[in-house]
T-cell receptor
Framework: EAGVTQFPSHSVIEKGQTVTLRCDPI?????LYWYRRVMGKEIKFLLH????????ESGMPNNRFLAERTGGTYSTLKVQPAELEDSGVYFC??????????????FGNGTRLTVT | GQQLNQSPQSMFIQEGEDVSMNCTSS?????WLWYKQDPGEGPVLLIA?????ELTSNGRLTAQFGITRKDSFLNISASIPSDVGIYFC??????????FGQGTELSVKP
């Protein structure tokens, strides 16, 4: 079974540019999550999809961030325009159910975003 | 908001030594989890704890759910080079959301 796949693994962009991150969850996983870790800090929740619907986007920092999951398969996270404080590692995770007790989260390897 | 305070931030140890790290909060949680992130990879679940006072082992790893439900501990015995990585504590809040600590970066010298 293929794991959660994220692309690209690294991205270096200039302030003001646009970047789109992609996540392919494990096949059959309805739940898809985006998290971010700024260096040295905690892994912070950004948002949660159930199939193609945004279930919870309370962690999205501001309206420069736009996440989509058209068709309920892969997801994209776009940052436009990027700011210096957007630098960090963006993780995607997926799970079959919404209950973390019996449906563990599977994380991708992350996209390391550097905004210069 | 709810916060998990994890310590230490980093550890440099000799192969064979035992390791202890902990996670505390001012909030009560009903589930604590410990993840490990290997270099260049995503976090992987090591141990899940569901009951206050519970002590659970996974090989050389042992984790405990504090009886106050506000803390958790992870111990690694007889460390080996492949234990290198970042260890994160996490807890599930009442809204069902997973929140993480800041991580403990472990370096093991052969």
């Amino acid at each position: 079974e293929a794991g959660v796949t994220q692309f690209p693994s690294h991205s270096v962009i200039e302030k003001g540019q646009t970047v789109t991150l992609r996540c392919d969850p494990i096949s059959g996983h309805d739940n898809l999550y985006w998290y971010r870790r700024v260096m040295g800090k905690e892994i912070k929740f950004l948002l949660h999809f159930v199939k193609e619907s945004k279930q919870d986007e309370s962690g999205m920092p501001n309206n420069r961030f736009l996440a989509e999951r058209t068709g309920g398969t892969y997801s994209t996270l776009k940052v436009q325009p990027a700011e210096l404080e957007d630098s960090g590692v963006y993780f995607c995770a997926s799970s079959q159910g919404r209950n973390f007790y019996n449906s563990p989260l599977h994380f991708g390897n992350g996209t390391r975003l550097t905004v210069t | 908001g709810q916060q998990l305070n994890q310590s230490p931030q980093s550890m440099f140890i000799q192969e064979g030594e035992d390791v202890s790290m902990n996670c505390t909060s001012s909030s009560i949680f009903n589930t604590w989890l410990w993840y490990k992130q290997d270099p260049g990879e995503g976090p992987v679940l090591l141990i899940a704890l569901y009951k206050a006072g519970e002590l659970t082992s996974n090989g050389r790893l042992t984790a405990q759910f504090g009886i106050t439900r506000k803390d958790s501990f992870l111990n690694i015995s007889a460390s080996i080079p492949s234990d290198v990585g970042i260890y994160f504590c996490a807890a599930i809040n009442q809204g069902g959301k997973l929140i993480f600590g800041q991580g403990t970066e472990l370096s093991v010298k052969p």
